[in-house]
């Protein structure tokens, strides 16, 4: 049903690849095994990248590069790659017992030449738990990926087999998969809200790094110039963070993406971006807020010292430009909530007329919480020039009935559902005569409506209910409800019947 118009990724052979990826990960974790499968991923990428350069500047009556000079190359074109890195080499030397250990020495020897790759790339490969017939066999397979012809380097083949295996891994992983990956459709849809043409792009938990990709894919397809762009992120976890430079860097894309918390040591301090896209982890507890109580960041209240998103929310406005517009999830929660100072909070940035427009979202789209969540855009400047003035206006969106299921555990948004979305918010902000009023979609409110509703910003209380569905008959909700529940009944089962199974595996007689 849903591949017509799926955003997901659609090559042919990459499911393929990650089955037979998967079926070698023998007893490792998919924690485990994603830094091993990702981390050959871009050995593959960037030794084939060194080659076609090389090739291409051997067979060139111009070139005086020198591909064996370290520095001279690396000044002059990118990465390089030693002699004993390159996947020819690895390859030769497959069925050796010491291929673990010639793989880490490959890796180091990357970070040594290359100082921006310094405490990325994954160094584990000699292990025990790594069976060597299991990583003999990746190698063999991830061979197979080709990118030194043209065709393949136009279709980002390399980089599109990492983000689709970044997903996976994020699926395997449940809970922990959402640490560092956002579902690309709603990523697309925050790209094409904030429309990241020109400036600084900033990404304080930036994850693996998708909301820069999807920014440099924006660009590319309305005809810029990624050089329009200046790339600055930071991140918590140093695994995550390798995976980011990694991402990026398979890409070709420069970032300055630094190694750090967020909140106890802003690595950007000084910056004022134009553009800010974020996924924050939802509700995070422990972020030690009652040691920042006092932060020249909480303009707008103190946010709670068990739960950071509306330190998040003052986070970002703090790195925004006087012109500057900022797209972020958050949970559905900081629609409503009054506890702990959070109301006054949300009052307070209300007051300050920086909300431009708030997104409820559909359900089942993340891998790693069924919270329901929601987009908030903010906007510094609210009578720019180049749009209406919508100052003391927001656009609330109820998007909750879009996206399709790609399985029964997972949603994603259709390329339409994002365009309907954007061009119902470039509308409204262009003020071109386009937008309109959707009972039950979406509605343009003042302040004055907001300051009735107690400074609540759920879209349902002001875009109203649909008539289809406040006609629906009694048998029609009863069927529908019986529908939803024979659901949930099933689920559990099979919930319950995989609980058995593990403790049956564990020797507990059920």
């Given amino acids: 049903m849903a591949k017509n118009h799926s955003t997901s ?57 020198d591909f064996e000079d370290i520095d001279e190359y690396s000044n002059k074109k990118g990465f390089s790659v030693p002699l004993t890195a390159r996947w020819d080499y690895i390859e030769k030397n497959v069925k050796k017992s010491e291929i673990g250990q010639l793989i880490d020495l490959a890796m180091e020897s990357i970070e040594q030449d290359n100082p921006s790759l310094r405490g990325v790339l994954p160094k584990n490969y000699s292990r025990e738990a790594l069976e060597k017939g299991c990583l003999s066999d990746l190698i063999a397979l991830i061979g197979t990926i080709g990118l030194v012809d043209e065709e393949n380097i136009s279709k980002d083949i390399l980089g599109r087999v990492f983000e689709y295996f970044l997903g996976q891994f994020a699926e395997l992983e449940g809970k922990k998969g959402g640490q560092f990956y956002t579902p690309p459709s709603v990523v697309r849809l925050l790209v094409e809200m904030t429309k990241p043409f020109k400036g600084q792009v900033f990404d304080p938990c930036c994850g693996s790094g998708g909301m820069f990709v999807q920014s440099e894919k924006f660009i590319e397809l309305h005809g810029g110039k990624n050089s329009d762009i200046l790339i600055y992120g930071q991140e918590s976890n140093r695994t995550t963070w390798g995976l980011c430079k990694m991402n990026l860097a398979i890409r070709g894309i420069i970032g300055n993406i630094r190694w750090g918390d967020s909140f106890s040591n802003d690595l950007h301090e000084n910056l004022e971006a134009d553009f800010i896209l974020a996924n924050p ?204 529940l024979a659901e949930q009944f099933k689920q559990a089962e099979e919930l319950t019947k995989s609980i058995r199974n593990n403790l049956g595996d564990l020797g507990y007689d059920l």
């Fill in 9 to 65: 990724l659609n090559l042919g052979f990459e499911e393929k690849l990650w089955k037979a990826a998967d079926k070698l990960r023998s007893n490792l974790d998919a924690s485990e095994y994603r830094s091993v499968v990702l981390g050959l991923i871009f050995l593959k990428y960037i030794s084939d990248t060194f080659k076609e350069d090389n090739d291409s500047y051997t067979n060139s009556s111009v070139s005086s590069i």
């Fill in 281 to 484: 982890p939802f509700n995070a507890k422990d972020w030690k807020g009652d040691q920042l109580l006092q932060d020249e960041r909480w303009k707008y209240g103190i946010p709670p010292a068990r739960n950071a998103n509306f330190a998040w929310v003052q986070h970002f406005i703090h790195h925004l430009s006087p012109i500057g517009i900022a797209g972020f999830i958050l949970t559905n929660g900081s629609l409503s909530s009054k506890t702990s100072n959070v109301g006054n909070i949300r009052k307070n940035i209300l007051e300050a007329d920086l909300i431009d427009c708030i997104v409820t979202l559909p359900d089942k789209l993340f891998y790693n919480t069924g919270i329901p969540a929601c987009l908030w855009i903010i906007n510094r400047n609210k009578k720019n020039g180049k749009f209406k003035d919508r100052r003391n206006e927001v656009l609330f969106i109820d998007a909750r009935c879009l996206g399709v299921l790609v399985d029964r555990a997972h949603r994603e948004l259709t390329r339409n559902d994002i365009q309907r979305i954007s061009e119902t918010y470039d509308n409204w902000k262009t003020g071109n005569g386009e937008y309109k009023n959707i009972l039950g979609f979406c509605k343009s409110v003042n302040m004055t409506q907001i300051r009735d509703h107690n400074f609540i910003l759920t879209p349902a209380r002001y875009v109203g209910v649909p008539k289809a569905v406040e006609e629906e008959s009694f048998t029609g909700k009863m069927d529908r409800l019986t529908s939803e």
